[in-house]
T-cell receptor, first 115, second 111 residues
Framework: ETGVTQTPRHLVMGMTNKKSLKCEQHLGHNAMYWYKQSAKKPLELMFVYSLEERVENNSVPSRFSPECPNSSHLFLHLHTLQPEDSALYLC??????????????FGEGSWLTVV | QKEVEQNSGPLSVPEGAIASLNCTYSDRGSQSFFWYRQYSGKSPELIMFIYSNGDKEDGRFTAQLNKASQYVSLLIRDSQPSDSATYLCAVKAGGGNKLTFGTGTQLKVEL
């Protein structure tokens, strides 16, 4: 139990589907993150929400759409994805900013396969 | 040039030995440094952080930081098979929320 819960853990979707990944944190943090982890590549930061405001968007294609309705919940809406988007999507949270005293805690991740 | 660079490994060490994992970074403005451990199929978990030059010890783990040379390392003493995992180095500049990760080094501790 990491305090950051992601659902679903595994998702297979077609390129024309619309799906969403959900993340919930129970740690009282005020910053939440989406990271993408692909094989042989470093973790890539996608989005950061701090105090429910999006503060970072790392040139992510518009087929990925984040939503942060409150400080405990974060969604990643997916539509018309490509096979190369298949990866592990990790949600994380911290007190903002993630300084040496403000650790980032990761969820278990959602394995996404686009067919 | 990669922002945070790690040897992908695998690094194989015998049980009981010292494992030494290295990381170099390109941004001289980096101020906070983190080591995460990631078991296969699991999420990364924080092992240590360091932000001052020198050594920081926590149990069997020692983080070493040299800002002049732009490298940070993690030593694991008395390595155990349960230490077998991928170790991710992450670096943060002074402000903002962005952690930049390396690709990770796979460590194998052999019986």
């Amino acid at each position: 139990e990491t305090g950051v819960t992601q659902t679903p853990r595994h998702l297979v979707m077609g390129m024309t589907n619309k799906k969403s990944l959900k993340c919930e944190q129970h740690l009282g943090h005020n910053a939440m993150y989406w990271y993408k982890q692909s094989a042989k590549k470093p973790l890539e930061l996608m989005f950061v929400y701090s105090l429910e405001e999006r503060v970072e968007n790392n040139s992510v294609p518009s087929r990925f759409s984040p939503e942060c309705p409150n400080s405990s919940h974060l969604f990643l809406h997916l539509h018309t994805l490509q096979p190369e988007d298949s990866a592990l999507y990790l949600c994380a949270s911290s007190q903002a900013p993630p300084d040496s005293g403000n650790t980032i805690y990761f969820g278990e991740g959602s394995w996404l396969t686009v067919v | 040039q990669k922002e945070v660079e790690q040897n992908s490994g695998p690094l194989s060490v015998p049980e009981g030995a010292i494992a030494s994992l290295n990381c170099t970074y390109s941004d001289r403005g980096s101020q906070s440094f983190f080591w995460y451990r990631q078991y296969s199929g699991k999420s990364p978990e924080l092992i240590m952080f360091i932000y001052s030059n020198g050594d920081k010890e926590d149990g069997r783990f020692t983080a070493q930081l040299n800002k002049a040379s732009q490298y940070v390392s993690l030593l694991i003493r008395d390595s155990q098979p349960s230490d077998s995992a991928t170790y991710l180095c992450a670096v943060k500049a002074g402000g903002g929320n962005k952690l930049t990760f390396g690709t990770g080094t796979q460590l194998k501790v052999e019986l």
